[in-house]
Structures are given as C-alpha cells and as structure tokens.
C-alpha cells in the first residue's frame, strides 16, 4: 500500500506544469491553515509478538482485520509564528479510524513459555456473525515548516513536521460493548508516541489564479494546497514494552487551507 | 391456501381473548346479564372496536367455536320512540355487507346462506334497545357444516354485521302490512305501491355497522419452508438462525427447534428435533433471525444440536417441519481476549518483542513543543 501511494506521489508531481508562469502570491495576510488528510493505516499492534514461522499472519490486528491497511481520517489546525523564511506554525490534529473484524475461535499459535508456538490443532475458525472492533482516536501536537519563499515560481512547497502524539483506543466485543482483557479489566485505554513527517505540498491557486482570488475573497482562504507527506509515527510510550503499539509509517494526502 | 393483507394493528391470536376482553366494555343493564362462562360479542353501527382480523386456527378452532357466546348488537344514537328493524348477519368471504334484497331473502329462508349472506336475528324494536342472539354456540353461527369438526383444509373469512333499518320520524308503529294506506304521506317510503302497504317500517336511513366483527377462521397450514435458504451462523456462545426473505405474507413467523444430537460432531441427524428427547423451541419475532444462546437457552458449548423449523401463519398454524442441520455453539474471542491469550504486554503478560528505544526522538518531538508554545506566548505579547 505504502509503494503504491508513493508511486501516486510520484505520478502527480510529473504531471505539474513546473513551467507555467507564475503570478506571485495571491490573497491577504495568512494566519493560520486547516488540513483534512487521509492515510492508509495499519496498526504497528503485532510488532510487540515475536511470532514463529507458520504463525507471522497470527498476530491479533492481522488476525482480526487482516493485513491490508485502513482508513485513518486526519482533521488538522495550525496557527503560523513565523513567515519570514517560509512558515513555521504550530498546532494539533484529531483523527478517527475504526476496523472491525470477525469474532476468533481461538488461537492457532498458542504462546508456550515465554515464546509462541504453532499448534495445529487449535481453531482457525472465525464467528459468521459477531465481530469486534478496534477504534483509535489520535490526537497529535505539532509544529511544521514549509519552505513557502519559492511558492510564487514553483507551486511545489516541500514540508517538515514533527509532533507528539497520544492515540486513544478502544476495543469493541461481540456483543458491540466494551471488550475486557480481563474481568474488570476494560480494553481500553491511551498510547503516547511521536511522529514526524516529509512532503510535499502542491499550491493550488498556481493553476487558477482567479478562482483562488475569488475564494479569498468570499471565504478568506488565502492559499490552497494539495498535500502529500510521508509520516512516521511512533506510537509506544516511548519505546515501552508494556504498551499497544500503534504506530505506522505511511503516506498521507488531503487538502490544506491558509487563512 | 389466502394470503390475508396484514394491519398495522395487533393481531389477537384466539378469539376468545378478544371477546373476553369485549365484556368489560358492554353497557350497564343492557341486557340480562348471561351466564358466568358466556363470552358477549358486541357488534356497534360504528365498528371501530372490531377491526382487526381475529384468527382461529387449527388448534384453536374447535375450542374456540365451541365456546358459547352473546352476540351483542347496540345501535346507538337513535331517537328513543323511533321504531326500528334491526338485524345480525353473517357473511361468508364477502368484502362488503349484504344487499338489502338479499338480507331479506336470508332472513325469510331461517339461516340459508344466500349468495354468502346468512341471517342470524331480526327484530323490530324500539331504536335505542339493544338486541342480542344469546347463549349460542359460534359454530353454530357459522354457515359452515364442515367447520363443526374443524377438520377442513380451507379459509374463510366471516364478517359479523349489525344492521339498523330505522322507521321514520314521527311514525307510531309499523303498519301491518295488507293494511289500507293513504299514499302522500309526504315521505319516501320504500315499497309502497298504490294503496296497499308492502313494507311499512322503512324509513329514514340505513346504517350497516360500518366495520364488522371479522373471524378468520384458517384451516390451512402454511406451506413449508425452503430449507436451502435458512442458514445456521456461528455466534459467540450462540447459534444464529437467518431466515430467507419472503413474499409470502401468510409466514408471519418461525418456530426453530433443537435437541442435543447425541454425538459430538453432530452426525445423528435421524428425525426432527422436536422428536427427540430435551427437545425445545423458540418462536421469532416475525421472520427476524433467531439468536440462540448458552445463557438465555441453555445451549452447551461445543456440543452439537439439531436443528429444525416450521412456517406458522398469522392463525397460529405451524407448517411441515423441516431439518435445518447441526449446530455447535463455541466461544469465539474478541480482539481484548484474543491479545490476553496472546499474553499481550497491555494486559500485563509477557512482552515477546521489545519496542524501539524512542525515548529520544520524544524529547527531541516534546522540545519543539516547547519551543513553539514559547513562540506563541512571544508573539502574543509582542502584539
């Protein structure tokens, strides 16, 4: 998932007429921006299970959910503190994933001692009608720069983020409550992690100068831009080894807004 | 075999209930009180109270039918002193009331069905009395031989009617009929001719009770169940029953039975399982899937049930049953059980991978926090 989107990545920035002339900046004084991006993602949660041969696709997401990546749904706000040599700016994101799979008979690669070992003769089978459910709410504080001294020439602002994160989970059982580990015990809880991010941002208002004075004026969006970064997000307490792990590496595209 | 429209309205399974419930409502000294196990159907010109089909089936038929009823008919807001003739009817698979004619016709012939209409009590009364057929049995009512033994395999659907012929304002009593009559009389009545009077107590309107009491009686059971399109689904503890979708709105539910298959893997499959020993059942609510669960039905886990199911119509008749197949409730995991089996470190078991020693990278993330925190609070109050 992650070579395709890169090869999206790569297929779009060819495609950006880099000769075009280019008019200058457009709009009034920006203050801030908003984002809303989406990222495939995949939970880092079976990392932590040193799984034996035969048994590699037996952790709990990949046997849950298997292992294509999900959506994850970024919403992001930032305020900008310096605009002198490209902008550096500070701020949050929320976001929202939820995955659910089919219910487990049991457990194929039974932990034995202190490893796991494989074992044929437990269960493979998977409920046909209950399921469960994993759902992360990341919540993420950040700072970025974007090297936008250039934007005016060419429409392309290369990126660098990087931020502390806490990821809020949340397991659902069968019967679509709150699943527990144990009783009393309720599968929920937070990871703090960290995560940074490279990319580029494509300026829109490039290709439209008049549509983007047009948006300016009527909704104060000063800039306009087509995002896409590669995000590394560490999500285990700091390297932990008692905690979920919900880190990924991925490719994160969406829309930004200056205001 | 009639697929009957279905009302929003609840349905009452035996008649009888419906009745009883009928007693509560009928007026104070109306009548002379019947006898403690007589059920009193009422029948009212403006129906309202009877309009749900009351289905008798099967088994409730010879039960029901046999029960000895007061049928009840009230007219009301008539003039006290106006004269009336007032009839209870039947009709049989009729959508509508009888034709006056024919009405007639039924009552001269004492209780011939003609053209579906049976006339069961006629009277010519004062128009506020009330009129009843007392202390009969409903069988006896029905203008159906075959319905006594309950043993036919047909539908019908009987229609209990009240209908109030008022005599016109102002006319002391019927004049006998043959008597000599001085037409001009200034009012329309019906069948007079010449000097001679036909019919003498028609006048003023007609009012048929606008909504009839309504027996269905079902002898019909519905027909069985396509068993390739019921599927058994594996729940957690649970076995799922799912029912095809269906047309057929006679089906209005389904009964799914089971029994403990004697062998573990469920290859005893000899017969129903509402044949063999333990056997127990379970009606769905309408044709919405069944869920069947160790707690609230007592399945066993890992051990193997047959299942079966039969179609019951809206009379409460239940179809053929047929053989749905073997069952094994299990426990499937949650993800939360699944991780704790795994010994995941979350739940306190024993980490089997360390993590990436990222303390630094968070503190050098945690740092730049900082410094943009601080930046803000600068430029706040630079301005």
């Keep these: 998932m992650n070579q395709r989107n890169t090869a999206l990545l790569s297929a779009t920035m ?102 796991i070992a494989s074992s044929a003769d437990l269960g493979t089978e998977e409920s046909e009608v209950d399921e469960s459910s994993l759902k992360i709410v990341p919540v993420q504080g950040e700072v970025s720069y974007r090297l936008t001294i250039w934007e005016d020439l060419v429409p392309l602002v290369p990126v660098l983020r990087a931020g502390l994160d806490y990821y809020m989970w949340r397991m659902g059982s069968t019967s679509g409550g709150l699943a527990k580990f144990e009783s009393g015990q309720s599968a929920s809880g937070g990871t703090w992690g960290w995560h940074y991010a490279l990319g580029l941002h494509v300026l829109l208002d490039y290709f439209s100068q008049s549509m983007a004075a047009d948006f300016d004026r009527d909704a104060g969006v000063n800039s306009t831009y087509l995002t896409f970064e590669y995000m590394h997000a560490q999500i285990d307490d700091f390297g932990s080894s008692t905690s979920l792990r919900l880190g990924d590496k991925t490719v994160v595209f969406g829309l930004g807004f200056d205001m | 075999m009639k697929s009957t429209p279905h009302s929003s309205t609840p349905r009452r399974r035996v008649v009888a209930a419906v009745l009883l419930a009928m007693i509560a409502a009928a007026p104070a000294g109306a009548l002379a009180a019947p006898a403690a196990d007589d059920l009193v159907v009422e029948i009212t010109p403006d129906g309202g109270k009877y309009d749900d089909l009351n289905p008798i089936g099967i088994e409730s038929c010879r039960a029901d039918l046999r029960k000895i009823v007061t049928l009840r008919a009230l007219a009301k807001d008539y003039t006290a002193g106006d004269l009336s003739q007032k009839y209870i009817y039947v009709t049989r698979d009729k959508a509508s009331s009888c034709d006056p004619d024919i009405l007639e016709q039924a009552c001269a012939s004492k209780g011939t069905e003609i053209d579906g209409c049976t006339c069961l009590y006629r009277s010519d009364i004062d128009a506020k009395s009330d009129i009843s057929l007392e202390n009969v049995a409903l069988s006896t009512l029905l203008p159906d031989e075959g319905l006594t033994a309950c043993d036919g395999s047909a539908e019908s659907i009987y229609r209990f009617y009240l209908k109030v012929v008022p005599s016109k304002r102002g006319t002391p009593a019927p004049v006998p009929e043959g008597s000599a009559f001085k037409q001009n009389s200034g009012a329309a009545d019906a069948g007079m001719s010449d000097a001679t009077v036909v019919d003498a107590t028609t006048g003023g309107s007609t009012q048929d009770s606008a909504t009839p009491l309504v027996l269905e009686i079902d002898l019909e059971p519905p027909t ?33 039975c089971w029994a403990a298959s004697g062998l573990s893997d469920g290859s ?96 050098a993330a945690l740092g730049l926090a900082v410094l943009s925190a601080l930046a803000v609070g600068r430029r706040r109050r630079n301005r």
Excluded: W
């Design chain 1, 14 to 115: 060819s495609l950006l007429p880099l000769s075009a002339a280019a008019e200058g900046t457009l709009g009034t004084k920006r203050t801030g921006n908003i984002e809303i991006r989406y990222a495939p993602y995949k939970p880092d949660m079976d990392s932590q299970f040193a799984l034996p041969a035969g048994c590699e696709d037996q952790g709990p997401y990949a046997r849950f959910f298997g292992d294509e990546d999900d959506g994850l749904l970024l919403f992001g706000f930032q305020t900008h503190l310096i605009q002198k040599y490209g902008t550096l700016a500070a701020g949050g994101n929320i976001g929202y994933f939820n995955v659910s799979g089919q219910a487990q008979a049991g457990l194929p690669c039974r932990p034995v001692g202190g490893g």
């Design chain 2, 224 to 256: 069985t169940p396509d068993v390739e399109a019921f599927r058994l689904l594996s729940g957690d503890e649970a076995i799922e029953v799912s029912f095809p979708s269906t047309d057929n709105a006679e089906i209005v539910k389904y009964e799914i």
């Design chain 2, 268 to 363: 005893a499959s000899d017969g129903g399982a509402t044949g063999g020993v333990g056997a127990q059942c379970r009606l769905s609510a309408g044709t919405e899937s069944v869920r069947l669960t160790a707690d609230d039905d007592g399945l066993l886990l890992e051990r193997a049930y047959r299942f079966t199911t039969a179609a019951v119509d809206d009379a409460d008749n239940r179809g053929n049953e047929v053989a749905l197949g073997t069952g094994i409730p299990r426990n499937f995991l949650d993800l939360a059980e699944y991780y704790r089996q795994m010994h995941g470190p979350e739940t306190g078991g024993c980490v089997q991978r360390p993590g990436l020693r990222s303390a630094g990278f968070g503190l």
